[in-house]
């Protein structure tokens, strides 16, 4: 047989099981004549028929006509097979699912965010993260300073009108009431001067500050 080498023809069916080789003249020759053979049966008669057409066809169907074949009437094995060659078909490619498709998708875009932050981190300035509240213990520690503020407020309140007024529940009540808002007017003074502080920074100043702490 001559070198075996892929080929594509015919519609684009499900190849048959087994080994495929391409069709020569003395292969149609050979299916032709066994198409009218009378001593094969109607279904080998027939499959010789069909088979005799396409380019290429199933290494199996062929021996099984040809051994079925009278040896008066039938070529060569060798002979017959003379400048055939295997025919190798490509595997279907293997269809990703939706889900990987998403998968594979985001995972360039970020692999080209980071390419694109790497080739621009030298020319664009860094982003100013010193912003308040920005994590979970700034938060915290906000609001028990102002819990704290505002209960000392109350106290401070309460036993100023305690000392003024006597032991009069009512007026000792709306003091520690009176402390508390005022501790809460002063700690929300206090967070616009921060803030306002923060804000009127300039960028160079605040990264300074990070890189000496």
Same mark, same amino acid.
């Given at each position: 047989?001559?070198?075996?080498?892929?080929?594509?023809?015919?519609?684009?069916?499900?190849?048959?099981?087994?080994?495929?080789?391409?069709?020569?003249?003395?292969?149609?020759?050979?299916?032709?004549?066994?198409?009218? %053979?009378?001593?094969?049966?109607?279904?080998?008669?027939?499959?010789?028929?069909?088979? =005799?057409?396409?380019? %290429?066809?199933?290494?199996? =169907?062929?021996?099984?006509?040809?051994?079925?074949?009278?040896?008066?009437?039938?070529?060569?094995?060798?002979?017959?097979? =003379?400048?055939?060659?295997?025919?190798?078909?490509?595997?279907?490619?293997?269809?990703?699912?939706?889900?990987?498709?998403?998968?594979?998708?985001?995972?360039?875009?970020?692999?080209?965010?980071?390419?694109?932050?790497?080739?621009?981190?030298?020319?664009?300035?860094?982003? %100013?993260?010193?912003?308040?509240?920005?994590?979970?213990?700034?938060? $915290?520690?906000?609001?028990?300073?102002?819990?704290?503020?505002?209960?000392?407020?109350?106290?401070?309140?309460?036993?100023?009108?305690?000392?003024?007024?006597?032991?009069?529940?009512?007026?000792?009540?709306?003091?520690?009431?009176?402390? $508390?808002?005022?501790?809460?007017?002063?700690?929300?003074?206090?967070?616009?001067?921060?803030?306002?502080?923060? %804000?009127?920074?300039?960028?160079?100043?605040?990264?300074?500050?990070?890189?000496?702490?």
């Amino acid at each position: 047989m001559a070198a075996a080498s892929p080929a594509a023809t015919g519609p684009p069916n499900p190849p048959p099981p087994g080994l495929i080789i391409s069709a020569t003249e003395h292969i149609r020759g050979f299916l032709s004549s066994a198409s009218r %053979d009378p001593s094969l049966s109607g279904q080998l008669r027939d499959l010789a028929s069909d088979l =005799s057409s396409p380019a %290429d066809l199933p290494y199996k =169907s062929l021996r099984e006509i040809w051994f079925a074949s009278r040896p008066e009437t039938r070529p060569g094995w060798a002979r017959l097979l =003379s400048g055939s060659h295997f025919v190798f078909t490509s595997p279907k490619p293997r269809e990703k699912s939706e889900e990987l498709k998403v998968r594979l998708r985001k995972l360039s875009e970020m692999a080209e965010k980071k390419a694109y932050e790497e080739l621009v981190k030298d020319i664009t300035p860094k982003k %100013d993260t010193n912003e308040p509240f920005s994590s979970y213990k700034d938060q $915290l520690g906000f609001g028990l300073h102002v819990v704290v503020t505002m209960f000392t407020g109350y106290l401070l309140g309460y036993f100023a009108f305690r000392a003024l007024f006597g032991h009069s529940p009512v007026m000792n009540a709306a003091g520690g009431i009176l402390g $508390l808002v005022c501790g809460m007017l002063l700690e929300t003074l206090l967070f616009i001067i921060r803030t306002s502080n923060q %804000d009127l920074r300039p960028p160079s100043s605040a990264s300074r500050t990070k890189k000496n702490q």
